[in-house]
């Protein structure tokens, strides 16, 4: 842990560091992938590479897991760890990795920082670093753990047994193990996907579990956006195998008989498609407010099956919004246009769940806490990098 002195020296420091992790971050994955070139291909999402998206997030988790020694809040460095740590026990990331990533981390802090990083400096945030990849590590073996596995050992090979269109882009596969059922999982959970693809690379991808979590196969949606979706798309079919992992995530229906709002966008809808199939099982009595929004009806993915499971539930509401071509059916429950919660009743003391892109999450974030629905309430799921936020709002 931090001593005092190393705490005021990353005080002192942290907005030059803060300042300075535009060009770490990239800094950082330039000699990683110098060093290790396999992990660009087969671990690391190289389209987000591409972007500056992924450096971006780890930039932001960087600064975000700073601020909170300064600040602290145990609640919100709870919530970044443990998503950080879902995130990399879907990968196999194990306790030596980090080792690898400390070493090229602060090289690439005192390429860029130069003299500035004093050996005060660079105690304190080293110091910083571990207590974090410590954290992380506890939380990743429990995950491991809880999943039954050793540590990484998260792989399988699974058989597609269906494959179905559940809208004009988009395809839901369906896994089966060789050797009896698939292990069950939390609803709301996702599990990461590995193909081949034509240059060599082992590109993964992470996508959300739309079936019961006691079913024995395992069921994911896949839109044709991307170099592995769109490989998905052309490529496999029932009686292909694919190699997939155990299921991980964190956005899973809250213990309490709270009410609960589930808003998504576009291929959002898929955690939601699992929550609401947990809670159609149970028949769930809570008050249960689904809301979503795509660009047009006609290529909502599980249209039919979201207003089919909403109907089932004791006290479902759903309220839809669409961009194009539904302005002839305009009412209540369809709404032209991008969502807006101005005129829909939420309750402050309901569990909000929210997947979706990362610039609706925000929104959505955003006139929650303008409706006094307090932060603590509101969970979401993101398909892309965390960029964690280091202010209030």
Known sequence: MLTDSQRATLAATLPAVQGALGEITPAFY??????????????????????????????????????????????????????????????????????????????????????????????????????????????????????????????????????????????????AADDGDLPTFRPGQYISVQVPLADGARQIRQYSLTGASTDPRWTFSVKLAGEVSGHLHEHVFEGDRLHVSMPFGDLVLPE??????????????????????????????????????????????????????????????????????????????????TMSLDDVEIDTAAHVMLCGPTGFLSAMRGQLLDRDVPESRIHYETFGPELMRTGAR
Request: include cysteine; charge should be negative.
């Open 256 to 337: 309490d008989d709270s009410p609960v709002v589930l808003a998504s966008a576009g291929i959002g809808c898929t955690p939601v498609i699992g929550l609401l199939t947990a809670l159609a099982e149970t028949a769930d009595p809570r008050p249960v407010t689904v809301l979503h929004a795509d660009r047009s009806r006609n290529r909502q993915p599980h249209r039919g099956r979201l207003a089919a499971l909403v109907e089932s539930l004791p006290a479902g509401r759903l309220v839809q919004w669409y961009e194009d071509g539904a302005d002839h059916l305009a009412s209540e429950q369809i709404r032209v246009g």
């Open 30 to 175: 330039r000699r990683l992938f110098a060093a290790h070139p396999t992990l660009l291909d087969n671990l690391f999402n190289r389209t987000h590479q591409q972007s500056g998206e992924q450096p971006q997030a780890l930039a932001g988790s960087i600064a975000a897991f700073a601020a909170l020694q300064l600040e602290p809040d145990i609640r919100r460095q709870r919530f970044i760890i443990d998503r950080i740590a879902h995130k990399h026990a879907s990968l196999g990331v194990t306790r030596d990795q980090y080792e690898v990533v400390h070493e090229h981390l602060f090289a690439a802090i005192i390429e860029v920082l130069g003299e500035a990083v004093t050996p005060a400096v660079a105690d304190a945030w080293d110091q910083l670093y571990w207590d974090m990849a410590d954290l992380l590590i506890t939380t990743e073996a429990g995950l491991y753990a809880e999943a039954g596995v050793k540590p990484g050992a998260v792989w399988r090979d699974v058989r597609v047994v269906e494959r179905a269109q559940v809208s004009p882009d988009t395809i839901a596969l369906t896994l």
